[in-house]
Nanobody, 122 residues
Framework: QVQLVESGGGLVQPGGSLRLSCAASGSIFSINAMGWYRQAPGKQRELVATITSGSTTNYADSVKGRFTISRDNAKNTMYLQMNSLKPEDTAVYYC????????????????WGQGIQVTVSS
């Protein structure tokens, strides 16, 4: 079974930094696209950043210039470096991955992590 586990969250003051990690484990043949989403209380889940297997990245306008997404394909791990954090960044952050669990599958399946809390407050 495939599992995505987020780590690196916590409490940070405005202007501070955090680095989130998402480690994929289990039956994995290949991972194509990965991304970070977040959901604040009372709000819909929104896209934060995505990265393809070729390391093409895209960011939400609200985080562009402050957040950096990256991945280590050899480790099946994705990262989100968050700098200049603002209170409005407070949310549960979710890791998402599209991957093939076996070599013979012709399509990819989507998987979600359990989410990790990021709180930006004084």
């Amino acid at each position: 079974q495939v599992q995505l586990v987020e780590s690196g969250g916590g409490l940070v003051q405005p202007g501070g930094s955090l680095r989130l990690s998402c480690a994929a484990s289990g039956s994995i043949f290949s991972i194509n696209a990965m991304g970070w989403y977040r959901q604040a209380p009372g709000k819909q889940r929104e896209l934060v950043a995505t990265i393809t297997s070729g390391s093409t990245t895209n960011y939400a306008d609200s985080v562009k210039g402050r957040f950096t997404i990256s991945r280590d394909n050899a480790k099946n791990t994705m990262y989100l470096q968050m700098n200049s954090l603002k209170p409005e960044d407070t949310a549960v952050y979710y890791c998402y991955a599209e991957l093939k669990s076996t070599w013979y599958r012709t399509t990819s399946d989507g998987y979600w992590g359990q989410g990790i809390q990021v709180t930006v407050s004084s």
